[in-house]
């Protein structure tokens, strides 16, 4: 009878190291631990106690029963801090492109509205180098953003066109963000040259015009679509003296 009770009373606790089915070493049993519905298998779980205890009686002979205790699962993410360390290194250079692409294009503005008339201005505005390395470089964050779901979002009504809720979350990217002010950097400084050859080529002042294209391009083409028509009957009248 004390054997009965003490073998009764007494838990064991064991620490299930092992694969599923396996307890310590040398105590296995057929079927496999469970806590909680998940399987404690597979390197994912670090720690997990199971209580056993004894029964014993002289009708029934011996059983084991078993009590599964508390069980902490800890789950090990790797990932999580270089996905981290990978949008901060997003976050960086779509801020680094941003700041370099504007920066690129303030010179050209600065010799079409200070010096529109000198030959460096010329020389400068009709070389396509700002253009070409500009491109280059919008191509390169454009690649960077695109994402499965990028394509979804342009195309979201069933006629498959934009709809701003969809480009309203797109731009919600500081990398698609910084592509698309380098793409409006490229279209602005490009109409703002159209504007300055063709200022110089009637003999209409442009600098106002070259100024609202830096930022307000369409605003910039329309004052010069102005201008023109303002001063095309005095160059005319001009002419005729």
Known sequence: MSFSSCFSHSPLTFKAMKPCGSVGKGQNFAFPIRSNGAELCK???VRSRVNLSGDWNFMGGSRIIVKPTATRLLLHYPKRGQM?????????????????????????????????KSELTKKSMESSIPYVVLSILYAYLLYL??????????????????????????????MTLASAWI??????????????????KNQIETRHSVSFCLFFCPIGILTHVITKAM?????????GL
């Open 183 to 200: 793409h409006l950097l490229v279209i602005d400084l490009f109409a703002a040259r159209h504007v300055f050859q063709d200022g110089l």
């Open 43 to 45: 390197g994912r779980i």
């Open 84 to 116: 981290k360390v990978s949008c901060f290194i997003g976050s960086q250079l779509a801020s680094t492109a941003f700041t370099a692409g504007t920066i690129a294009v303030l010179p050209f503005y600065t010799l079409m509205v200070l010096a529109p």
């Open 145 to 174: 953003s695109w994402t499965p779901e990028t394509v979804r979002l342009i195309f979201a009504s069933k006629y498959l066109l934009p709809e701003l809720p969809g480009i309203a979350k797109m731009f919600s990217s500081e």
């Open 231 to 239: 001063t095309k009957p005095a160059t005319k009248e001009g002419h």
